[in-house]
């Protein structure tokens, strides 16, 4: 059993950076694959980014390149940092334990509560 915590979520302008926490609970935090899903409203919850115990990552090709996912397996918490943030960015963000690199929600068992993210232009 994993539970989620997300924070760092604010309202920002277009340009701005911030970085999500999603701490962790559980001793078995660094053997799951750990992902940021994000849900603007009237839309389906999407893939930003993943990253496997090895650090290996995977992001959406809408951010690569403006976010970077990182964890702490000391401290059971997962980050994504996010620059050159735009208004298409906000949405609810979700972190989310699984076992793969998966870009499909259902492939994860695990859900924070999530943190709002908005945007202005």
């Known amino acids: 059993q994993v539970q989620l915590v997300e924070s760092g979520g604010g309202l920002v302008q277009a340009g701005d950076s911030l970085r999500l926490s999603c701490a962790a609970s559980?001793?078995?935090?660094?053997?799951?694959?750990m992902g940021w899903f994000r849900q603007a409203p009237g839309k389906e919850r999407e893939f930003v980014a993943a990253?496997?115990?090895?650090?290996?990552?995977r992001y959406t090709d809408t951010v690569e390149g403006r976010f970077t996912i990182s964890r702490d397996n000391a401290k059971n918490t997962v980050y994504l940092q996010m620059n050159s943030l735009k208004p298409d960015d906000t949405a609810i963000y979700y972190c989310?334990?699984?076992?793969?690199?998966?870009?499909?929600?259902?492939?994860?068992?695990?859900w924070g509560q999530g943190t709002q993210v908005t945007v202005s232009s």
């Open positions: 559980g001793r078995t935090f660094s053997s799951y694959a």
């Open positions: 989310a334990a699984g076992s793969t690199l998966s870009g499909f929600p259902k492939e994860y068992a695990y």
């Open positions: 990253i496997k115990w090895t650090s290996i990552t």
